[in-house]
């Protein structure tokens, strides 16, 4: 029987890969290429587990990578601007109703998805210090 360490993906390296010293990057499963592109959360670690120090690294790993966020905030963006067109087009041109409700809630996530990473990104760009 094969013992797995929990802290180290199957399949992944060790240690990541860089591009400056000419290395490929590990190929990536499309489904989860598309999720990374659209949603943020895999660069991101928990700060609120571990040791002082362990969520003090954490937080200054978010802060750096705090950078990203207008990028995912300009694909929301983009992708809202396309549910609305459809929303558009199948309210006033085609006519159906329930399939433009479907883009108008899909528009209200989007919204939401906004909303939310715009907080995230104040938040870790002023530091997130309390005194």
Known sequence: M???DCRKLDGMPEK?????????HAP????TGVHRYFFYGWLFRDADRGSSLERAAALRH???QAKWLPVYMGR?????????AFEVLFEQVLGWPMV????????????????????SWAFLRGGGRSH
């Open 28 to 31: 990536v499963p499309l489904v």
């Open 100 to 119: 433009a409700a479907a883009f108008a809630i899909g528009l209200i996530s989007v919204a939401l998805f906004l909303l939310i990473t715009a907080i």
């Open 2 to 4: 094969q013992r797995h």
């Open 76 to 84: 929301g963006v983009a992708g809202g601007a396309v549910m609305l």
């Open 16 to 24: 990541p890969l860089s591009l400056s010293t000419g290395e490929r």
């Open 62 to 64: 978010n802060q750096a």
